[in-house]
Structures are given as C-alpha cells and as structure tokens.
C-alpha cells in the first residue's frame, strides 16, 4: 500500500488543475450547496438540501447486480439502515463479511439514501462481496453530540439481535464485521468502535475485525499547516469545517472537546482499549490531511495495528467521485480486508 509522502505544498495547485473538469464541477457544486444550506441562525435548510443532492430508493430489483433494501431500526429516533447484497454468482456458497457504513457530512448533511453513497455501497457490495449495510443516523444541529454516535452503536446492537439476523442474508458472517466510514463517518468509526471494544454491551456473534477510516473528520484548536495552506483545494474549506464543529459539539465546547480531537489532553485514554487493526485513508488534497496523519500515528503510539493508504492526488471524498482514483480504492481496500 501506499504510503504518506512529505507535505508538498508547491505541487497542490497543479495537481487539482488536472483533476477531471466532471470532479472539479462536482466539488465546486458541493461546496456552494454547503455555504447556502447554512443559514444565518445556525441551523440547516433540509429542503435545500434534499434539493440539491438527491436521495434513491432502495429496491428489491437488482441495481449494479445488487440488492438493496431499508429497514427502520428505531421508529423513535426515525434511525434506518440501507442493506446491499450481492447478486449470488454461479455456485457462490462463501459467507459474506458485514460492513457497517456510517456516512460523511461533517454530522450536518448527507444520506445514506444519497446517490452517491448508494453508487459507492453497491460497488463495495459486488466488487469486495460483502453485505454493506449503511447507516442514517440523526443530523446536527437539531442533534448534537452524542447523537450520531448512540444512533451507529444502536444500529449496530439491532444487527446482533434477532431482527438484524432476519434482515440480514443467510450467507451474512457477523463474526467479520468491518466498520467503515468517511469524514464524519470515519470520525464514528473511532468513536463507536471504541465503545464496542470496550465490551459495555454484548452484541451475540457480532465481532469487529477492522476498521477503514476513510479521510476521517478530527480536528482541534491548533491550526495545521494542511488547514492553513491548503485554501484552493476542493470540496472542504475551514470555514465549512468549524462551522460543522460548532453545529455538532455541545454548546461552548471548543474544537478540543474529545469528540474532535481524540488525540488532545481531553480524550480518552485507549491505551488498553482492544481495537481491531485499522486503515486509515488520506488523501493529499485534503485540509484535513495533518489530522489525518496525527491520528494515524496515535494508533501506532497507543499499540494499535494500523495501516496508512495515502492517495496524492485525492480530494475530500475521492471515493465518492467519478473517476479511477475511486475504482483503484476499493481494490485496495480489499487487499485490506482479505488480510482479516
């Protein structure tokens, strides 16, 4: 696998003008949709939003060679999932591993249902062979900490019970479960997979084998040299990015609550937390790149098993975009997970 190279600022420029004009529209298009969804108050337009990135139905009729279909697991919180299954190939009788998917969005926007996500689930189904199950968890500002992280624990306890077992396919392994998420998504996956292995809750023949932290959504008070220089790259802006922080952590937290800065002097200590072996994901055009990398290394400092798959060229969010970049990941990701 790849591995992180030295921080080149001088290249950051040329390397985003020859990125494909259909990624660099896209990017522009997402990030104007973020700055006029926000309103002066602090709160989100939910109908902008649904407007500007369009949700799909899961159906029953197989999309991409899969099947996909929603079950609500909290008629409460409203918290539902979104399963992908494979098309069974010819004399296929091999157990899938599960993958828990928790979405990015900086835990403001962004769907399960969205279509990009769905693109990418049903690629990670068919591609890797696996039973995705992608999670719709309740959104800040109307749902602050610790909301996104008790709605992706919970849904993960409703697999290890008898309706997740009905919901899931026969040939679902839960003893091979991956948690996998990115930006806010990859943050959860720190977040809940600590709470798993700290054993507080049994959860039957469920067992997390690995986590994949797609360009995971840390932050702190300290500005990096990544979020200082990198202005021009797509997608991702540090106004956008405080803004999300301020709008998810409790009212008067600063960024080095440890929600966000699970590195900082606040966090937990997970020195003696069993975690499965890790992935983290960096892309070189992200600003979030340094906390990346800190992250990276205190997995390393605290003991963990962890595995740093660099991509120069990606922006925020690569693997949700339409060129090779996204393909050639998820081969790599299966590298990753064929290993566990």
Same mark, same amino acid.
């Given at each position: ?28 298009? #997402? ?5 006029? %969804? ?13 407007? +500007? ?13 899969? !099947?996909?279909? @929603? #079950? ?28 828990? !998917? ?10 399960? =249902? @969205? ?9 990670? =189904? ?28 919970? %849904? ?46 049994? $959860?039957?023949? +469920? ?41 998810? $952590? ?5 960024? @080095? ?21 890790? $992935? ?36 925020? =969010? ?14 790599? $990701? ?7």
């Amino acid at each position: 696998m790849k591995k992180m190279r030295p921080y080149d600022q001088q290249g950051v420029d040329e390397i985003t003008r020859k990125l494909p004009q259909r990624v660099q529209w896209l990017s522009w298009l #997402a990030k104007q949709g973020s700055y006029i %969804a926000r309103r002066s108050n602090d709160t989100v337009n939910r109908t902008l939003i649904s407007w +500007l990135m369009p949700k799909v139905p899961a159906s029953d009729t197989p999309d991409r060679g899969v !099947y996909a279909k @929603d #079950a609500v697991i909290d008629s409460v919180t409203g918290v539902w999932v979104r399963l992908y299954v494979p098309v069974p190939e010819d004399n296929e009788s091999e157990e899938l591993p599960v993958v828990v !998917y928790f979405h990015g969005g900086g835990f403001c926007v962004l769907s399960a =249902a @969205d279509k990009n996500y769905d693109v990418f689930c049903r690629q990670l =189904a068919k591609r890797r062979r696996a039973a995705v199950v992608s999670v719709e968890y309740r959104l800040a500002p109307e749902h602050k900490f610790p909301a996104a992280y008790d709605d992706c624990f919970a %849904a993960l306890t409703w697999l290890a019970s008898s309706e997740g077992e009905i919901f899931l396919p026969r040939n679902a392994d839960l003893s091979r479960c991956f948690l996998m998420g990115d930006s806010a998504g990859g943050n959860i996956v720190h977040h809940v997979g600590c709470r798993v292995a700290e054993g507080t809750q049994d $959860l039957g023949l +469920l067992r997390i084998v690995g986590h994949v932290l797609i360009q995971p959504y840390f932050g702190g008070e300290e500005r990096t040299a990544s979020e200082i220089k990198l202005t021009k790259v797509p997608l991702v802006t540090l106004e956008t990015s405080d803004w999300f922080w301020r709008a998810f $952590l409790p009212l008067g937290a600063s960024r @080095d609550h440890p929600a966000a800065n699970v590195m900082g002097v606040n966090s937990h200590d997970i020195s003696a937390v069993k975690l499965p072996p890790s $992935l983290v994901v960096i892309g070189g055009l992200d600003i979030l790149r340094d906390w990346q990398q800190r992250y990276f290394e205190y997995l390393q400092m605290m003991g963990k098993e962890a595995e740093l798959l660099f991509y120069e060229n990606a922006i925020h =969010a690569f693997h949700l975009m339409p060129y090779p970049l996204s393909s050639h990941f998820i081969q790599d $990701l299966s590298v990753f997970m064929d290993r566990l």
